[in-house]
């Protein structure tokens, strides 16, 4: 079945590079996402990647994918006391369901 | 514009009563989702609109009613719900189910904060 596996807390020093991993058991996946949560709000997209590629940079943000492997990482260069959040990665699977996982809890120690 | 609204922000109700909750998009999309999210825990899909069409229900209790007046709104309506459905309903967007070679993003809301007394 369709499963997306993360750790559940991450902690870093503000000014640090944070790297949040994913993995997933879909190899027909098409695209895989990272999502945002703050505290009482709803999920913001970050960035997305599609199965083909293997980076994808976006000012602070580098999403890694190994196909191979299955996995994905989100790095957040730099990381400011505001990136503290959920992170859930997930993934577009069967019947274009968009499968997530648990969620890492990012917190950036000042 | 990348904005889902929802309405309202809270929602404190009773184990008889019956409410609504609505979500406005106005990009355009044709696909439309629900979401329950239970703290701590990732959002779990309970209905998925197509072209203003029920196009999955994830095995939802019947308490839970969705609707699709038209494309830019989506509606869930709540009877003699239990505490336990306590949760954050958050509804989403996206431009269309089908594939292809297009992300598909979804587009998600602030959410509606439930509580069932």
């Known amino acids: 079945g369709e499963d997306v596996e993360q750790s559940l807390f991450l902690s870093v020093r503000e000014g640090d590079s944070s790297v949040i991993n994913c993995t997933y058991t879909?190899?027909?996946?098409?695209?895989l996402y990272w999502y945002k949560q703050e505290p009482g709000a709803g999920l913001q997209l970050l960035t997305y990647i599609f199965s083909n590629m293997d980076m994808k940079q976006d000012q602070r943000l580098t999403v890694l994918l190994n196909k191979k492997d299955k996995h994905l990482s989100l790095r957040i260069a730099d990381t400011q006391t505001g990136d503290s959040a959920i992170y859930f990665c997930a993934e577009r699977g069967s019947y274009d369901k968009v499968i997530f996982g648990p969620g890492t809890s990012l917190s950036v120690i000042p | 514009d990348t904005e889902v609204t929802q309405t309202p922000k809270h929602l404190v109700m009773g184990m008889t009563n019956k409410k609504s909750l609505k979500c406005e998009q106005h990009?355009?999309?044709?696909?439309m989702y629900w979401y329950k999210q239970k703290a701590k825990k990732p959002p779990e899909l309970m209905f998925v609109?197509?072209?203003?069409?029920?196009?999955i229900n994830e095995s939802v209790p019947s308490r839970f009613s969705p609707e699709c007046p038209n494309s830019s709104l989506l509606n869930l309506h709540l009877h003699a719900l239990q505490p336990e459905d306590s949760a954050l309903y958050l509804c989403?967007?996206?431009?269309?189910?089908?594939?292809?070679?297009?992300?598909?993003?979804?587009?998600f809301g602030p959410g509606t904060r439930l509580t069932v007394l």
């Open positions: 609109y197509s072209y203003e069409k029920l196009s």
């Open positions: 879909d190899s027909s996946s098409t695209y």
């Open positions: 989403a967007s996206s431009q269309d189910r089908a594939s292809g070679d297009r992300a598909d993003t979804q587009y």
């Open positions: 990009m355009g999309h044709r696909a």
